[in-house]
């Protein structure tokens, strides 16, 4: 399993934005597909959005229309925008993305160290 590295998470209020981020240090690996996950406690860990190779993208209904998932491929970086945010979203966020490395080796399911986003008053 290669390690992703997950930032931008925190505190905001009600109606607030956060940009998550996942990153690949290694560049010889490349980002084929990804998604964002989250769980609360308690609760069962549940995907948010998706993203294609093709950049074809998929959200639950539960954010649809807020939520955008993205990727800079200069970067190696998978990135969540989320928009009005409401105290349900609270959770810990988790990147996993599907890896394909130079040599032509594929490496599926790599997961981040999750990080927490709260959305309180």
């Known amino acids: 399993q290669v390690q992703l590295v997950e930032s931008g998470g925190g505190l905001v209020q009600p109606g607030g934005s956060l940009r998550l981020s996942c990153a690949v240090s290694?560049?010889?690996?490349?980002?084929?597909?990804a998604a964002w996950h989250r769980q609360a406690p308690g609760n069962q860990r549940d995907m948010v959005a998706t993203i294609t190779g093709r950049n074809s993208t998929n959200y639950a209904d539960s954010v649809k229309d807020r939520f955008t998932i993205s990727r800079d491929n200069a970067k190696n970086t998978v990135y969540l925008q989320m928009n009005s945010l409401k105290p349900e979203d609270t959770a810990v966020y988790y990147c996993?993305?599907?890896?394909?490395?130079?040599?032509?080796?594929?490496?599926?399911?790599?997961w981040g160290q999750g990080t927490q986003v709260t959305v309180s008053s």
């Open positions: 290694d560049r010889t690996f490349e980002i084929s597909f």
């Open positions: 996993q993305a599907d890896l394909m490395h130079y040599s032509g080796l594929y490496y599926p399911n790599n």
